[in-house]
């Protein structure tokens, strides 16, 4: 079943595992550049924001999962 929110839950998905796959925090400039990735739709681009700002408050909504400090 497919949800509205989908592009939404698969960039957090796909953010997480950037992160976790990182050995040292990254900030938000290096987690916008991921837009461009292969595997990064235009769908997820949307759902968080399609910018480092939107990115920021994107990340902001999952408290539990990713920690922002500052940038």
């Known amino acids: 079943m ?3 929110d989908e ?3 698969k960039a957090m998905l796909y953010f997480l595992e950037v ?3 990182s050995n040292e925090a990254l900030t938000i400039s290096q987690l916008a550049g ?4 292969r595997s ?3 769908e997820m681009r949307s ?3 399609a910018n480092e700002s939107g990115l920021k408050k994107f990340l902001l909504k999952y408290p539990s999962l990713f920690t ?3 940038n």
Do not use: E, Y
């Not at 991921?34 to 990735?37: L, M, Q, Y």
């Open 34 to 37: 991921r837009f461009g990735s």
């Open 19 to 21: 992160l976790m796959n």
């Open 40 to 42: 990064f739709t235009a």
């Open 68 to 70: 922002v400090r500052g």
């Open 47 to 49: 759902a968080c924001g």
């Open 2 to 4: 497919l949800t509205n």
């Open 7 to 9: 592009p939404g839950h």
